[in-house]
């Protein structure tokens, strides 16, 4: 009965201009298919898209069929119709309208969720890329629409951690990663076969994107195999590497990219990436800084003349990054990219004016919250070492300075977190009230001043900018009593700024420290009336 009135409905449209197709004929072409489809009567149906009369119709109407076809692919993994299957939906990709096909596919991918949404990709990434380099016109916007949904939905598994979750690939995350690659590997040669293309442009701008958002996920909660390990079995190590790849292919070798990430003047010209999602961005170049650096993925595409005082400095900002997440995966790259920076430096040998770098103190912070706050012994530890490695490399006057905007508070914060309310060891709790009124809000006082003076400070230094500059004298700025001679406005205004990042630093730590302290006290509050 469904094969007749899908001929009814064909014998019907035959005789029609393209052109006058109605609504109606797209939905009772489409029931009637699916019906042929679901009866098993897929020899008609094949014949039926093969027969050269029906040519406009399937054309025009034949992508309807594509969502069923697949559908059942999924659902009827062994069922003896599979080859049927495959050829319909083989067919429909040379014959239907490929705009109207890429829309439907990718409508398809954006379906399931769970273990289907690698299923589905693995079968419609071929498909997908074929329709792809038979659109004629607005390639690159097509291929961008394709990658960020493949995207979105690879976004959604979860990223196997060990050895064993990486081998095993329940969600299918790994096939996928190497599917995809193959995917995007004849866009990026028709970039690189026609440079002189505009539209490749276009292109080139979206595989871009597609690196940078790769980098992201699932590369920077990805594990990697040990390198003694044969490189080939690693899904994650090979993805990487054809990534950064990808970047060098397209005309942005990745010592170019990452050399010049941050800086207000790039000699790398896409700036819409940089300026679009900058926490996003950050994410990725740091991931990319751990893939070179401590996995060695084409690092020897870096020039050799740079000092590892230089790749530290460099490395620091990436690293601050790892360490404000939260995810053990993340964090603990943190740590092998600071040992692997740290372990290229002689002793004593990081000057102390090192420490006006932000992320050179954030660092040593966010080692005292992995030492305090994780719940794994051995990253504990690691972070540990990693901070004592990092004392041993700076001179006597760094050692200093980053005992002096860390000590005090670092301790206290510890004390608060390890010492139990109840029996108070170490008599912070007994002593408590002397702590707050002697100590914290003392402290609270001293640093509202010094940054209401320092923002005044940089106020009248702003204020009197144009008028030192048309001057081009140097100028003298007085701070808590003391004279700053001889110092240029640029410099006058970082060493302000920096002081306020100090005042900023210790105020949060010192914000931190007062929470704990009421969460405990609540806490201990709440047991004793619970008691009586």
């Known amino acids: 009965m469904a094969v007749e009135e899908l001929q009814s409905i064909i014998k019907r449209c035959q005789i029609l201009e393209e052109h006058d197709f109605k609504e109606e004929d797209f939905g009772l072409f489409q029931l009637a298919g699916q019906r042929c489809i679901e009866e098993g009567h897929t020899d008609q149906l094949i014949a039926i898209i093969q027969n050269e009369k029906n040519k406009v119709i399937i054309k025009t109407m034949g992508w309807n069929l594509v969502g069923p076809v697949v559908r059942c692919l999924l659902w009827n993994d062994k069922d003896d119709k599979r080859k049927d299957y495959f050829l319909m939906l083989d067919?429909?990709?040379?014959?239907?309208?490929?705009?109207?096909?890429?829309?439907?596919?990718?409508?398809?991918?954006?379906?399931?969720?769970?273990?289907?949404?690698?299923?589905?990709?693995?079968?419609?990434?071929?498909?997908?890329?074929?329709?792809?380099?038979?659109?004629?016109?607005?390639?690159?916007?097509?291929?961008?629409?394709?990658?960020?949904?493949?995207?979105s939905q690879l976004s959604l598994l979860p990223v196997p951690y060990s050895k064993e979750q990486i081998?095993?690939?329940?969600?299918?995350?790994c096939q996928c990663c190497k599917a995809l690659i193959e995917f995007t590997k004849p866009f990026v040669e028709e970039v690189i076969n026609d440079k002189e293309n505009k539209e490749n442009e276009k292109l080139k701008d979206e595989l871009l994107k597609f690196c940078f958002k790769s980098l992201k996920c699932p590369l920077l909660t990805a594990q990697f195999l040990?390198?003694?390990?044969?490189?080939?079995?690693?899904?994650?190590?090979?993805?990487?590497?054809?990534?950064?790849?990808?970047?060098?292919?397209?005309?942005?070798?990745?010592?170019k990219i990452i050399f010049n990430h941050g800086r207000k003047k790039r000699t790398w010209d896409y700036l819409e990436v940089e300026e679009e999602e900058d926490k996003q961005l950050a994410d990725s170049m740091a991931s990319l800084a751990y893939l070179v650096f401590v996995q060695g993925i084409s690092i020897d595409q870096l020039p050799m003349v740079l000092s590892p005082s230089y790749l530290l400095q460099f490395n620091m900002g990436h690293i601050e990054v790892f360490l404000q997440r939260t995810e053990e995966s993340?964090?603990?790259?943190?740590?092998?990219?600071?040992?692997?920076?740290l372990l290229r430096i002689e002793d004593n040998s990081i000057l102390y004016q090192y420490l006006e770098i932000k992320s050179f103190l954030t660092v040593p912070q966010g080692l005292v919250k992995v030492m305090t706050l994780c719940p794994i012994e051995t990253l504990r530890k690691k972070s540990l070492a990693m901070l004592q490695?990092?004392?041993?490399?700076?001179?006597?006057?760094?050692?200093?300075?980053?005992?002096?905007?860390?000590?005090?508070?670092?301790?206290?914060?510890?004390?608060?977190?390890?010492d139990n309310e109840n029996n108070s060891q170490t008599g912070l709790w007994t002593e408590l009230g002397k702590i707050e009124n002697n100590f914290l809000k003392p402290l609270h006082t001293g640093l509202n001043m010094s940054k209401a003076h320092y923002e005044a400070e940089i106020k009248n230094?702003?204020?009197?900018?144009?008028?030192?500059?048309?001057?081009?004298?140097?100028?003298?700025?007085?701070?808590?009593?003391?004279?700053?001679?001889?110092?240029?406005?640029?410099?006058?205004?970082?060493?302000?700024?920096?002081?306020?990042?100090?005042?900023?630093?210790?105020?949060?730590?010192?914000?931190?420290?007062?929470?704990?302290?009421?969460?405990?006290?609540?806490?201990?509050?709440?047991?004793?009336?619970?008691i009586k």
């Open 330 to 341: 993340v964090f603990s790259k943190g740590l092998e990219l600071l040992e692997n920076g």
């Open 226 to 255: 040990e390198q003694s390990e044969e490189a080939g079995s690693d899904p994650f190590r090979c993805f990487a590497s054809e990534i950064i790849g990808f970047l060098s292919a397209i005309g942005h070798p990745f010592p």
């Open 167 to 173: 081998q095993t690939d329940d969600y299918g995350l």
């Open 91 to 151: 067919l429909l990709v040379k014959l239907c309208n490929p705009k109207e096909l890429l829309l439907g596919l990718l409508e398809l991918i954006e379906e399931p969720s769970g273990k289907q949404i690698s299923q589905i990709i693995l079968l419609l990434l071929q498909p997908l890329q074929t329709v792809i380099q038979k659109l004629r016109n607005n390639k690159a916007y097509s291929v961008g629409l394709a990658l960020s949904t493949l995207w």
């Open 461 to 530: 230094s702003q204020e009197n900018s144009q008028a030192v500059q048309k001057s081009k004298d140097r100028c003298s700025v007085t701070v808590g009593g003391e004279e700053i001679p001889n110092m240029p406005p640029e410099m006058q205004l970082k060493v302000l700024h920096s002081a306020l990042f100090t005042f900023d630093l210790i105020e949060s730590v010192l914000a931190r420290v007062e929470e704990l302290i009421e969460i405990k006290t609540k806490s201990t509050s709440e047991e004793n009336v619970g």
């Open 389 to 418: 490695l990092y004392i041993n490399k700076l001179d006597s006057q760094g050692k200093y300075t980053l005992f002096r905007i860390m000590a005090s508070l670092n301790l206290l914060r510890y004390l608060v977190i390890k």
